[in-house]
């Protein structure tokens, strides 16, 4: 599958335009880590909001969310619908929090709470998490760029992770968030376009998509019954929540986003608009995944031999933006797609150099902290990262096996964390011991949770395996932190009254 020339023509330059207008933010005059990190405080709620979205919104998101619904039906949109319940904690208790700390790092508060240790320890598990995500989306970009264009999947990887580096090391967070609201903008209007073609398509006009999917159950959001082992509506509320309580409290990407507002105001504004902006453009996802699954059903001649039902999926939307879509905005679509792959590893670049600087060596290293010195760690840091998610990415290639024990991995480092910040914030009265030993409790349960489906697949061992359902290790993983904390901060104040009565 090649693309004819005038979409390849369109998508180098929209790449290049991308590039040099994310890269020119560096020449600005006068510019200090401040600017580099939160923007000088000074960015539009609307631009934040955008960026915001566009980190719910990756590239792959935009392919595996009509794949889903193609190969399904809506169940997985249900996460959606838990985003602007986070949103409205985020709102009340996170952004406020973050504002008055006044520290562009996320996990300074652990510190103030729990000590170094637990900063520490944040902060590793969130850089570790980055690695994973940028490798993964590294590796999982160059997949559809090698069907499209023909290029070998490591020229690509290493193309895109040079690309990425140039433009998130030197440009900063105000490049990460201006190419982030350009990136959304072309996703959903690109969407709409597509969705608008697919519907007048159908040989019996767009009611004949509706009719289709009720006949096939497309629209079903899945079983409202109760189970831990099964996908169900309440089981993915659930996970959507916590994995959004993660997101809005502990996620370096999101707290330094609160901080490039001028205002309270205006970083719960953009809040609020990117997570609410998410929820009807995921729907707009999901009936474009229905809408393909009609549009093929009818026209079944359309799709070629080699794609069939059980391995269509992720592919669909790729072979109609190709085959179904004039020329020229296939180009442009393509671009924008893998664009916003890019500005997704450029925000974890940002993020894990602020985080760099915050967390280490401003800490560490406070008499070498200057501006000059200072901007130094931030590009490096930004270098190195992205060096070494550029080896996660090709290590992939020949172990992709690795990719779900990635994911297994981070989800162990990023629940933990997560039950360690809620423990924090409403547990006043649980000290730095009682904090540690409920972590430990914690990714303990995580770990089994996460790891031994991978692990363990048949043996004596086999009945040890975790039998619930994925979905909720961070549920039950961040609960056991919280209410262990909760609890041995009960024991040992009762333990210590007891203590002082005797005497």
Do not use: H
């Given at each position: 599958m090649q693309l004819p020339v005038i979409d390849l023509v369109i998508f180098l330059v929209y790449m290049m335009g991308i590039l040099f207008f994310g890269a020119s933010f560096y020449f600005r005059k006068g510019r200090t880590t401040d600017d580099y990190m939160v923007g000088g405080k000074r960015l539009p709620a609307w631009a934040i909001g955008m960026s915001i979205f566009a980190t719910f919104v990756s590239s792959i998101s935009f392919l595996a969310l009509p794949g889903n619904a193609y190969m399904s039906n809506w169940n997985s949109f249900v996460f959606s619908l838990s985003i602007p319940i986070a949103a409205l904690v985020a709102v009340k208790f996170f952004v406020p929090l973050y504002r008055e700390l006044k520290s562009p790092s996320a996990y300074y508060y652990l510190e103030t709470r729990f000590g170094s240790w637990a900063r520490n320890y944040a902060s590793i598990c969130y850089l570790l998490t980055q690695l994973a995500r940028m490798g993964t989306i590294l590796?999982?970009?160059?997949?559809?760029?090698?069907?499209?264009?023909?290029?070998?999947?490591?020229?690509?990887?290493?193309?895109?992770?040079?690309?990425?580096?140039?433009?998130?090391?030197?440009?900063?967070?105000?490049?990460?968030?201006?190419?982030?609201?350009?990136?959304?903008?072309?996703?959903?209007?690109?969407?709409?376009?597509?969705?608008?073609?697919?519907?007048?398509?159908?040989?019996?006009?767009?009611?004949?998509?509706?009719?289709?999917?009720?006949?096939?159950?497309?629209?079903?959001?899945?079983?409202?019954?109760?189970?831990?082992?099964?996908?169900?509506?309440?089981?993915?509320?659930?996970?959507?929540?916590?994995?959004?309580?993660?997101?809005?409290?502990?996620?370096?990407?999101?707290?330094?986003r609160y901080m490039?507002?001028?205002?309270?105001?205006?970083?719960?504004?953009?809040?609020?608009?990117?997570?609410?902006?998410?929820?009807?453009?995921?729907?707009?996802?999901?009936?474009?995944?229905?809408?393909?699954?009609?549009?093929?059903?009818?026209?079944?001649?359309?799709?070629?031999?080699?794609?069939?039902?059980?391995?269509?999926?992720?592919?669909?939307?790729?072979?109609?933006?190709?085959?179904?879509?004039?020329?020229?905005?296939?180009?442009?679509?393509?671009?924008?797609?893998?664009?916003?792959?890019?500005?997704?590893?450029?925000?974890?670049?940002?993020?894990?150099?602020?985080?760099?600087?915050?967390?280490?060596?401003?800490?560490?290293?406070?008499?070498?902290?200057?501006?000059?010195?200072?901007?130094?760690?931030?590009?490096?840091?930004?270098?190195?990262?992205?060096?070494?998610?550029?080896?996660?990415?090709?290590?992939?290639?020949?172990?992709?096996?690795?990719?779900?024990?990635?994911?297994?991995?981070?989800?162990?480092?990023?629940?933990?964390?997560?039950?360690?910040?809620?423990?924090?914030?409403f547990s006043k009265n649980v000290n730095q011991l009682e904090a540690a030993i409920a972590a430990v409790i914690g990714v303990l349960v995580i770990s089994w949770m996460s790891l031994t489906p991978i692990f363990i697949t048949e043996g004596p061992w086999f009945s040890f395996r975790n039998p619930i359902h994925t979905n909720l290790t961070i549920v039950i993983g961040t609960m056991v932190i919280f209410f262990s904390g909760f609890l041995l901060s009960l024991v040992f104040k009762k333990k210590q009254r007891n203590s002082y009565i005797n005497r």
């Open positions: 590796y999982l970009l160059a997949l559809p760029m090698n069907a499209l264009l023909g290029w070998d999947i490591m020229t690509i990887i290493i193309v895109t992770g040079v690309s990425v580096i140039i433009y998130a090391s030197l440009g900063g967070i105000e490049a990460v968030i201006w190419t982030d609201a350009i990136q959304g903008i072309v996703l959903i209007l690109g969407a709409i376009l597509c969705l608008v073609i697919i519907l007048f398509s159908m040989p019996e006009g767009p009611m004949q998509v509706i009719e289709i999917g009720r006949g096939q159950g497309k629209f079903s959001l899945g079983s409202f019954g109760i189970s831990l082992s099964e996908t169900t509506f309440w089981g993915i509320l659930v996970y959507g929540l916590f994995i959004n309580l993660q997101n809005f409290g502990i996620d370096q990407n999101y707290v330094q490039s507002a001028k205002s309270d105001k205006e970083a719960i504004k953009s809040t609020w608009f990117g997570s609410s902006l998410y929820v009807p453009v995921s729907l707009l996802f999901f009936f474009i995944g229905t809408a393909l699954f009609a549009y093929y059903q009818v026209q079944p001649d359309l799709l070629p031999a080699d794609l069939g039902a059980a391995d269509a999926g992720d592919k669909i939307f790729p072979f109609f933006i190709v085959n179904g879509l004039p020329r020229g905005m296939t180009g442009l679509l393509i671009a924008s797609i893998f664009a916003a792959g890019m500005s997704t590893v450029s925000t974890s670049l940002n993020s894990s150099s602020t985080v760099i600087l915050t967390d280490y060596f401003k800490k560490y290293f406070p008499s070498l902290s200057n501006r000059k010195n200072n901007f130094k760690v931030l590009v490096g840091s930004a270098v190195f990262m992205g060096l070494l998610s550029m080896m996660v990415a090709l290590a992939m290639i020949q172990v992709k096996s690795a990719l779900d024990a990635w994911w297994a991995l981070s989800s162990v480092f990023s629940g933990g964390v997560l039950g360690l910040f809620l423990l924090a914030y």
